[in-house]
């Protein structure tokens, strides 16, 4: 089996006795988590990030960047560094994550719960096509359309199959592999709908491609349903059996009562 080097932890050390949690981040839930634990001396949060953003948001605790060599790995983590509880609220597309999260959990018999927020939810006025994946929005595309491409940087590439087409891609950092043909935006997604409006507008925009990742990002959903664009939009993979929140303060709730704080 591969080697995986071992991410240090930054932060300054728990006092004595605190409870570690292991804190799977990366979502804005998590980064507001990390902050409602930040005084409390007797818990240590320990967030730990995939990598993949190069210049990310230190949340308040220790931080951890870098993979953990699947479920076995994160299971040795969480053995090693004593942890007691793990809260999963990484992004709701992020399956193989929580996969490796609950086998963990389960092998070490450590408590798990998922922070996972709630998708968006289609009004009367939303022009949506539910499509269950990458591929299938790539193949879902109206021909010679003019697209806002939102799914991230990730899988931006499989789209770039459909030359017809052109593309407004944005992501949060510049692309290091194949993009659409068109323009890249680099940019974190826009909170006001009017501005959305007003680059779909000067871009010419006919068609929507996002995730359903809930949360943040809605703004340009609400532009396109104002402008009677169609959305394709990937809906989130199905949710496993687990012990699961959708908000913020019913974890720091779970948390405390686990701990009886």
């Known amino acids: 089996m591969e080697t995986v080097p071992t991410p240090m932890i930054e932060g300054v050390a728990p006092m004595e006795g605190a409870r570690s ?82 086998y963990a959990a389960q092998r070490t018999g450590i408590p798990l719960l998922l922070l996972s927020r709630s998708p968006w939810e289609k009004t009367d006025q939303d022009q949506w096509i539910d499509v269950p994946d990458i591929a299938t929005a790539v193949d879902s595309i109206p021909r010679r359309a003019r697209v806002l491409l939102a799914v991230g940087r990730q899988e931006a590439p499989a789209f770039s199959k459909r030359m017809d087409c052109w593309f407004l891609t944005r992501m ?6 194949l993009v659409p043909p068109g323009k890249v935006l680099v940019e974190r997604p826009r909170d006001n709908a009017d501005e959305e409006c007003a680059l779909m507008s000067d871009n010419r925009i006919n068609c929507v491609v996002a995730k359903n990742s809930g949360g ?7 532009a396109a349903s104002w402008m009677g664009l169609p959305v394709i939009m990937v809906v989130q993979p199905p949710k496993p059996e687990a012990v699961r929140v959708s908000i913020v303060g019913d974890a720091a709730v779970w948390l405390r009562r686990l701990f009886s704080l």
């Open 172 to 177: 949060m950092e510049p692309p290091d592999t």
């Open 216 to 222: 943040p990002g809605y703004a340009k959903i609400e």
């Open 21 to 102: 949690v292991l804190l799977l981040g990366g979502t804005t839930e998590a980064f507001r988590l990390a902050q409602m634990f930040a005084n409390d001396p007797g818990t240590d949060i320990i967030t730990s990030l995939a990598g993949r953003t190069s210049s990310p948001r230190q949340p308040a605790g220790r931080l951890r960047v870098g993979g953990f060599g699947g479920g076995d790995g994160l299971a040795e983590f969480i053995v090693s560094e004593r942890i007691q509880a793990v809260i999963d609220a990484t992004h709701p597309f992020a399956a193989t994550m929580t996969d490796h999260a609950i």
